[in-house]
Structures are given as structure tokens and as C-alpha cells.
């Protein structure tokens, strides 16, 4: 017997059904080829917004306040240079505590300018040079010399000025000196550092700003200090990859940097937190000598700026937006790494001197681990989202003909 499918009357419904189906067959991939285009297209944006974002809101706003605070260091010196009291060595300590936190956040994007012109060892080149300094100081006692921020910033000698000179000239065994404890040689050397640090501090924020984007007064401290060099705006560069005066020639390769910059600071972290466990203001290295846990807890606060895309209360698209979208426990991962790890470094802090070694070694390998763990979420996280072939992840290397 037929089937009734196929006698004569049910033809044209068969017809219409294998017609319908052949539609639906088609439909589906080009429905599924939108949906990721679509996608694609979303993510690359969020790509580009976040590399601009993070110019914007972490690393202009973050050189911008290293000025300021730097400036306020070079007030405050200055008035400790006027009035020889405890209380004014206090205020300029407590504005060098201030600048140098800045300084350490700001270690998260030692790349582009910071790289090309070594303004981190400029600003505050590590360990400083104690005996180069402390011979400095003799001839400026003896009346042989004298120094001045110029003096300083072009005789090539980096490690006798920045911050941890300055740290060198304020502190002993990690307090404020007595001011009755500080010559008058120490006094003039400080404040020839502190304009050397608001000078190449400003000149820093131009490289990224580009120098006709800085303010009149930050213009004219530069053409005083002798520094003419027209910066162009890095910044413009780094958020407008692809384009034609962007030496960035895709999204990708920003993002690597951001990535590989905070991952590196991590991975540097790790031996400094090791270290906390040896660590007493009396007995401390003179290159280490003020507050290690400062140090640490701020280039953390960079890292977290970082991922998070800015300073606190100015956040828009961000690395944390990017790993959630690939994956989200990863992300979520990422922050409580971030969190765990100050958490750590803060309660190791708190410990009181009568504290047992045994249970410091404790907390610092447990904060070690934490450092470990971040490290390597970072680093999971970053070929996940730079090497999304939407974002061209090879195109420093390749050249697209499409």
C-alpha cells in the first residue's frame, strides 16, 4: 500500500514541509553567524573603551596627583628649610609618605614613557647611591659645591636625587629625624632634590599628557627648569590603536601591556613580602629602611587600579570586564586574589614585636601564596583576552591586508 505521504493529495503538503525545513536549516547558522558577529563586535568595543578608560581614569588622573604631591613635598620641605622644628620635619615626612604611595601606584604602567625615558629610576632610582650622596654633602659643608635641581638632573648621577634620597635625608631606622639632627648641607641638598622631583615628575605627566596639553602653570615650571621638549600625547597613542599615528597597531597590544605590567609587579612583590620577615626599622639596609609594608600595600593598590580600570569613584570599562565575559569565575577569582593578598600584607603589618617568628614566617608564606595565586590568574587571564582574533592579538607582528 503508498504511504499516505505520498499519494496524490498529500504532495503539496510534503513539498511544503521539506520547504520549510530546508529554510530553517538555512536560517540557523546565518542566526548563529549574527549573533556572533554581533558579539565579536561587542567585545572588540569594550576592548577599545577599556584601553581608553584606563588612560583616562587610572593613569592621567594618577601622574596628575604624583605632581601634586610631589609639589606639596617640595612645599613642605621648604618649610622646614624656614623653620628648623620637629613639627615641620614631620609635615614634610608625612608629605613624602604621600608622594612616594603615589609613586608606587603608579609603578603598574612602567611602560611607553616610563620605559622609553627611565622617569621611575629618574623619580626614584633604587637602592640610591648613600655614599655618593654622603660625599655630595661634605662638599656642599666644606663649601666646594653647590647643588641645585639642575645640577642634579643632567650631571647623569640618578641615584643621587629622587625619593629615597629624600627618604635618605628625612628619616632614620624608619621615624622623622629630630630636627636638630639635620645640617644645613642636608637642608639645601633636600631642597635641590625636591625641585629636581616636581620638575621630572611634570615632565613625566607631559610624556603621557603631551606637553601642550599641561596647564600654563606646569608649562612654565618647565621652561624655568630649562626641560623645551615638546611631548607629544602618549596618551592619544595608547587609546587610539589602529590609528594612524598610534605606534599601536591593534587593540590587543595595550592590553598586553596593562596586563603583563601588573602581572610583573606581582611576580616582583613576591621576594619584598619574603623579606618582611627580617624586617625591623632598627636593623634594616638603608635602602629599605622607611616602610617596606607602604611600599607593597601601594603597588598592590596599582594593580588593583589596574584591573579595575581606574582610581576608586572613576572607574568605566575595564580588564575585569574583559575575563568576566571570558570567563567569570576567573574574574571573580582575580579580585578576591587581590583582596586576600592586602588583606595579608595589612595583618602582617599589625603584628606587635612580641608576635612569635614562627607565626609571622606563617602569615607571610600564606601571603606569599595569596601574591602566587594573583600571579597566575593574571597570567591565565591575559592570552584570554589578548588573544581574541577580534582583537588582532598578533598585529605588532603580522601585517593584516584586510
Known amino acids: 500500500m503508498k504511504h499516505p505521504l505520498l499519494s496524490t493529495a498529500a504532495g503539496p503538503v510534503l513539498a511544503a514541509l521539506i520547504s520549510v525545513t530546508l529554510l530553517l536549516a538555512c536560517a540557523l547558522p546565518v542566526q548563529a553567524g549574527i549573533k556572533e558577529g554581533v558579539q565579536d563586535f561587542l567585545y572588540e568595543k ?17 601622574l596628575s596627583l604624583m605632581v601634586e604631591e610631589l609639589s606639596i613635598f617640595k612645599q613642605a620641605c621648604d618649610g622646614l628649610e624656614k623653620s628648623r622644628t620637629d613639627e615641620a620635619v614631620a609635615k614634610a615626612a608625612k608629605a613624602w609618605h604621600a608622594a612616594m604611595n603615589r609613586f608606587n601606584i603608579a609603578w603598574v604602567f612602567n611602560y611607553g614613557p616610563g620605559g622609553h625615558y627611565d622617569f621611575h629610576k629618574q623619580l626614584a632610582t633604587w637602592p640610591f647611591d648613600k655614599y655618593l650622596v654622603d660625599y655630595y654633602l661634605k662638599d656642599i659643608k666644606a663649601g666646594k659645591l653647590k647643588v641645585d635641581a639642575t645640577f642634579l638632573r643632567t650631571n647623569k ?15 632614620r631606622k624608619g621615624s622623622a629625624r629630630k630636627a636638630a639632627d639635620i645640617t644645613d648641607a642636608e637642608i639645601s641638598y633636600l631642597g635641590a632634590v625636591c625641585q629636581a622631583l616636581v620638575e621630572e615628575g611634570i615632565d613625566y605627566e607631559a610624556a603621557w599628557r603631551g606637553t601642550a596639553n599641561l596647564t600654563v602653570a606646569k608649562k612654565e615650571i618647565l621652561k624655568k627648569a630649562g626641560i623645551t621638549r615638546q611631548r607629544p600625547s602618549y596618551a592619544w597613542e595608547f587609546a587610539n590603536p589602529g590609528e594612524k599615528n598610534s605606534r599601536y597597531v591593534s587593540v590587543s597590544v595595550p592590553l598586553q601591556e ?19 620577615l627580617d624586617y625591623t626599622p632598627e636593623t634594616a639596609p638603608y635602602w629599605v629602611y622607611v616602610d617596606p609594608y607602604a611600599d607593597i600595600l601601594s603597588r598592590f593598590q596599582g594593580v588593583e587600579e589596574a584591573y579595575y580600570g581606574g582610581l576608586e569613584g572613576s572607574r568605566g570599562a575595564s580588564l575585569s570586564d574583559l575575563v568576566a565575559k571570558k570567563d567569570a569565575v576567573l574574574d571573580r577569582r582575580v579580585k578576591a586574589a587581590l583582596a586576600h593578598v592586602k588583606k595579608r600584607i595589612q595583618s602582617i603589618r599589625d603584628l606587635n614585636a612580641n608576635t612569635p617568628k614562627e607565626t609571622k614566617e606563617l602569615m607571610i608564606r600564606i601571603a606569599v601564596g595569596e601574591a602566587e595565586k594573583l ?7 591575559t592570552p584570554l583576552v589578548t588573544a581574541d582574533q577580534v582583537l588582532k592579538p598578533w598585529a605588532a607582528y603580522v601585517h593584516y591586508d584586510k
Open 46 to 62: 569594550k576592548a577599545f573603551d577599556t584601553v581608553e578608560d584606563y588612560t583616562e581614569n587610572a593613569v592621567l588622573p594618577t
Open 375 to 381: 600571579m597566575e590568574r593574571l597570567t591565565t587571564a
Open 157 to 171: 648621577h640618578s641615584a643621587t636625587r629622587g625619593l629615597h634620597t629624600a627618604g635618605y635625608l628625612l628619616f
Open 258 to 276: 596593562i596586563f603583563q605590567e601588573a602581572t610583573t609587579v606581582v611576580e616582583d612583590m613576591i621576594p619584598a613580602i619574603e623579606e618582611l
